[in-house]
């Protein structure tokens, strides 16, 4: 294995809650952001009743809501979904003018496999970006596929910030999202969301790899009480996680 993205053994990926969770429609707000960001600085996540997505960089975590205003989440604010680590790269390097594919096709060349968590952050400018944001949904909750319906979408034409997030193996999907998952937040911490597709100018890509992955489970009520026998979401996470 390339030594340079050789997982750490004391090192683990958390994730709060697990992406068939909300599929199904558990949007309540689950875990408190502090205790989000005692397991890591950088990471991904959505706001309570789906209200915005988490964008976690150099330990504050920020909701880009499907409005268009971005802010920092207070500590005891409840987030229903995130995925942190404490983000330590071993891999670094520049890269340039690259399209989402493009920049997925190299990162699967770089990695040593595709069965580990590899954390990835993108800082640097980039010709075009398109994040969606979700809008916070009503009770009873809608399942996913629904809820993605009223999403909202924006593009922005040249933008320098900061793209954070992570790639896991495919068997993880409906646990974790299988391969890419990235938010993207701007310098100016003022846009933001899920990225659906860019066009890279110039940046620098840091990597690091993880072979432990901690699942924390939710303990409020609607999750204990859902009936989570009989999911096939695998096509909804692809409708709703990908471009
Ligand atoms: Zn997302």
Redesign the pocket.
């Known amino acids: 294995m390339a030594p340079h993205l050789r997982p750490s053994a004391d090192k683990a990926i958390h994730q709060f809650s697990f992406v068939d969770a909300l599929v199904v429609g558990l949007y309540d707000g689950a875990f408190p952001t502090s205790a989000v960001l005692e397991r890591g600085d950088l990471g991904?996540g959505?706001g309570d009743s789906l209200d915005g997505?988490l964008v976690i960089i150099d330990g504050l975590a920020y909701l880009c809501r499907g409005d268009g205003e971005v802010s920092l989440v207070p500590a005891d604010e409840l987030v229903p979904f995130a995925e942190v680590a404490r983000f330590e790269p071993t891999f670094s390097r520049t890269v340039t003018g690259l399209s989402e594919h493009a920049f997925e096709s190299l990162v699967e060349s770089l990695v040593p496999s595709d069965n580990l968590f590899y954390a990835i952050r993108v800082d640097g400018a980039f010709d075009r970006m398109t994040v969606r944001e979700a809008t916070r949904q009503q009770r009873p909750f809608p399942g996913l596929a629904e809820a993605v319906q009223s999403q909202h979408e924006n593009t922005v034409e040249g933008t320098s910030g900061t793209m954070v997030g992570f790639k896991g193996p495919d068997v993880f999907q409906g646990l974790s999202v299988a391969d890419f998952?990235l938010?993207y937040l701007d310098e100016a911490r003022a846009f933001g969301g899920?990225v659906m597709d860019f066009q890279l100018r110039d940046a620098r890509l840091t990597i690091e790899a993880y072979s432990t992955f901690t699942l924390h489970l939710p303990e409020v009520e609607s999750y204990l009480d859902a009936e989570l026998d009989d999911i096939d979401a695998d096509a909804d996470i692809r409708s709703a996680?990908s471009s």
């Open positions: 991904v959505c997505e998952h938010h899920h996680e």
